[in-house]
């Protein structure tokens, strides 16, 4: 983690050094060293620069004292706090800066320029997440790295995950979002990756951009970034959209590597088998394991991280063993068992394509249950286009399920109309929201379902799956 001092800092990031000495009877502001930083005064920030972070909801600026209290050694503030006659509380010098994010920036550009290890920068319309716990996973056997916590991927995320990185860490693992054009670009000027992983376009985000060309334009900011430094880009290209933008920069002499189910990817996925535990078997070629994940999708995901661990060292066998031993993140296709229940949480969030990977590896997982109920949400960000995405999943869904809840409004009745279209004769049910959906599962579920849930964030529905669990298991 970062370790400087004080106006060391406030040189870095063009501020100024503030606080109060009064009580020692110095004129000038503290120099101590800054062992790391933080953001959330509820953990130890012992030895940390506070960050204060502005918010319409929350601004770290109101929590100065608690962030003292809890060990910080010194705050990074905005001058208008200072000049709207806010105080930096008895015993917390800091740095004033004109703006937190772009010092936030600064201060990492400067410490990324300090680590050893190779940085990989991972993006992606869905799949950058278990990518990144993935190949954290495979690339321990190379010694001490960081990587992204949870999916902090923004101009928040990323500066505070490089800091977080030491600088003898053999390797740093980066998830790299976006939610507007020139982001990725932005962050990924920041990361300096030396290697890129593009794990796929997809329609998360259309309603942003506009069209799936706009995105793929978007997420190929992240192998010119990778260019500059002569390193390789490892990018699923079994979206057609992609393949222009692969094309243009092939062609002028950068390093990509391309991987899929596509028959024109170099690294393709020739077979895989269901595991009946758990998890599954692929075929690459040149290299056959077991992958501890479920879903076709998570195998084609599998493809870049054998390909990245390959090109850092690491052996076939040691990359199997990892692979084999691997655990789905929180709310990420998740398996629970609870009074003969099978419960799938895939709550983290939701867009077209992995709505439908979803439900596809639902049905994979389940074909002895009794029941397949298949409990949905909306997706968010599609624009003019959502009704007929949401349809389209429905389409899906009616494939899959033999009953499908939607959880929501407009959206999820397109779900609906997409399953009915497409012949869907179950039972279809809509709640207004998680609660609802909740009192309609316990009153209808019995031993021998299994249930999926899936849908945005927004929605909730990760909150559904953790009531019913707690009151399942409570009735034994």
């Known amino acids: 983690m970062i370790r400087r001092r004080l106006r060391e800092i406030a040189d870095i990031v063009g501020g100024r050094p503030v606080g109060d000495r009064a009580r020692a009877g110095h004129d000038e502001p503290e120099d101590p060293e800054v062992h790391g930083v933080g953001t959330d005064t509820r953990a130890t920030l012992a030895g940390r620069l506070f960050v204060a972070i502005p918010g319409d909801r929350h601004d770290g600026h109101d929590h100065l004292e608690a962030a003292r209290d809890a060990g910080a050694t010194a705050a990074l503030v905005e001058s208008r706090f200072l000049d709207g006659g806010g105080k930096l509380p008895e015993g917390l010098p800091g740095i004033a800066v004109a703006e937190i994010r772009p010092a936030l920036a600064a201060l990492a550009r400067d410490h990324r320029r300090r680590l050893r290890g190779v940085v990989i920068g991972i993006t992606g319309s869905s799949g950058k997440t278990t990518i990144r716990s993935m190949a954290e996973r495979v690339l321990a056997e190379l010694g001490p790295g960081t990587a992204s916590i949870r999916s902090f991927n923004n101009d928040l995320g990323v500066p505070l995950t490089i800091l977080e990185a030491r600088e003898d860490d053999r390797w740093v693992l980066l998830e790299i979002g976006t939610n507007a054009p020139g ?24 309603g942003g ?21 002569a390193g390789t880009a490892i990018v699923n290209v079994d979206a057609e959209v992609i393949a222009e933008e692969i094309a243009g920069r092939r062609a002028a002499g950068g390093s990509i590597v391309t991987y899929g189910d596509a028959g024109a990817a170099d690294r393709r996925l020739l077979d895989r088998s269901v595991r009946s535990g758990g998890g599954q ?38 990359i199997a063993r990892r692979l084999a031993e691997l655990e789905p993140p929180p709310m990420r296709f998740v398996r629970h068992v609870v009074n003969g ?13 992995s709505m ?4 596809e590896t639902f049905a994979e997982i389940s074909t002895t249950a009794t029941r397949r109920i298949a409990v949905l949400g909306g997706m968010r960000e599609l624009g003019t286009r959502s009704a007929s995405l949401h349809e389209a999943v429905g389409a899906v869904a009616a494939n899959v399920s033999d009953e499908i809840v939607l959880v929501g409004g407009d959206d999820v009745a397109a779900i609906g109309r997409g399953a009915r279209n497409a012949g869907f004769e179950g039972g279809l049910h809509q709640v207004a929201d998680g609660d609802a959906a909740a009192t309609l599962l316990a ?24 009531s019913i669990l707690e009151n399942w298991e409570a009735r034994g």
């Open 183 to 206: 982001e990725i670009g932005h962050l990924a000027g920041i990361a300096d990756p030396a290697i890129g992983i593009l794990s796929g376009v997809g329609r998360a985000h259309l």
């Open 209 to 229: 951009f506009g069209s799936e060309a706009a995105i793929a334009a978007e997420k190929a900011a992240l192998i010119d970034a990778v260019a500059k430094n």
């Open 281 to 318: 078997t692929i075929e690459l070629g040149d290299f056959t394991g077991d992958v501890g994940l479920d879903g076709r999708h998570n195998a084609i995901n599998a493809i870049a991280v054998v390909e990245l661990a390959r090109r850092l060292g690491v052996a076939d066998a040691d």
């Open 341 to 353: 229940i099978e419960v799938v949480d895939d709550t983290y969030n939701a867009n077209p394509e």
């Open 356 to 359: 439908r990977a979803s439900l």
């Open 443 to 466: 009153e209808h579920v019995a031993a021998g379902d299994a249930i999926l849930f899936k849908g945005s964030r927004a929605v909730g529905l990760d909150k559904v799956v953790v």
